[in-house]
């Protein structure tokens, strides 16, 4: 299941962290006309409703799932069929963030498709009641196999506790049974039918990876599936032990990119020169990476250490290195912006999730960067290609090109740095494409304002002053 494919080259995923169904459809022609290959969707199982939360209705509402119904603050079934088919159309997959670990905490109340569903008690397996699904108390793991006192995961250095305990009090699934493997078994058979070309496999390390092989090997249609184990080191579960069944998030990429584009933690941009396996992460084909998800980048899941469009400008760099490093699957974040960690995307009183409007102040839209777009353009024309005239200066400053196909420059020291790079470039003139300003890539319709010229012995002279607004160039075929 590790395998995807995209098509016309486009090598990208983007995730529209709870956009609506009808937004991300309209979007998506132009999600290929930027070189994305596939949009990861917020949880589209019917979820529990926190009305009464403050601030009401959050976006973890959605990690908690009432029933498989597709109906969710993002849309219903019929919204939802119409986005796949839609983006299937522009040539865009999509992937589904899969929630089966478990379903809600503790209390009652009502779906957002209009299930009743009840938590039941909070320290056995008694009262558990889902009754769309259906689940009921049987279908929970509890006393016999979860060994912590509270019922909770108590202990991360318990792997029994770990999988088969409460994820903070969310009602743990008996993965280990027939019955809830079929009922997830069939709510991801479903959406494959309906055109979905993948999933992300939320919480993977609260569940067994034999049982996830078995989930897994049920379905048909080849979904393209990653999942999501947050192994940041010095836990006894990990990462390794998903890689058999599927790619797996690589945690440790982001926090380390983050790190040296700050300097930070003694660590420099000049250390990224075999950045990969060599660092300790999981093999590349088997990672997907990305600089901040949309736990880590307001301190849950793991969270803390990373770059998020709030620090603009080192966020480019980490990105732009991203997308230009052969290294995993990258994935681009796309945000709302907050100040409260648990507040919901931009919505109306009653939780209706506003349209997107993006640059409106609401929705960031960092996937519509021009920085970040034109990475992407710049990832897919190198795909295949290596790393090639690695140039750093010991400290802040990195160069190197893929290849024939491209060339990227990044130099964040406290001073003006001009060299003349190998850029491994045919001869002609290139367009930077961190500055060119088009309407799409590579700047169609905008105006290059940073160009140079590759003699036939493939030199060009470059500077980078530390006062640029971005300090990253980058020039590709
Ligand atoms: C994930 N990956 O493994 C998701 O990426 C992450 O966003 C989910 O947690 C988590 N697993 C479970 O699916 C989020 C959020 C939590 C939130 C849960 C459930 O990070 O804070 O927990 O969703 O909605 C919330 C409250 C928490 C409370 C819990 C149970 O924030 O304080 O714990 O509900 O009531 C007592
Ligand atoms: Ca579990």
Redesign the pocket.
Known sequence: FGGYSCEDGRDVMVHLFEWKWSDIASNCHRLAQLGYCAVQVSPPHEHAVYANNDPPYPW??R??PVSYIVTSRSGDEAAFQNMVSTCNAAGVKIYVDT?I??MT??GSGTGSAGSSWNGGDDYTNIGQDYPSVPFGPGDFNGADNCPSSSGNIDDYQNVDQVRNCR????RDLRLGDDYPRDMVRGYMQKVIDWGVAGFRI??AKHMWPGDLGSIYGGLSGSPFIYQ?V?DQGGEPITAGEYTSMGRVTEFKYGLSLSDCVRAANGQKLAYLSNFGEDWGFIGGLSAVVFVDN??NQRG??GGGGVLTHKEPRDYKVANAFMLAWPYGYPRVMSSYSFENA?AGPPSDGSGNTNDVQCFDGDWVCEHEWRQIHNMVGLHNAAVGEPVANWWDNGNMAIAFSRGAKAFVFINKEEFSVTQTFQTGLPAGEYCDVISCDGNLPPCTGGECLGSISVDDAGTATVTISNTDTDPIRAYHV
């Open positions: 973890w509402q990690y908690q929630v670990n478990h905490a503790g994820l903070v009090g969310l939320d919480a999501e947050i949309h736990d849950h899941g648990d």
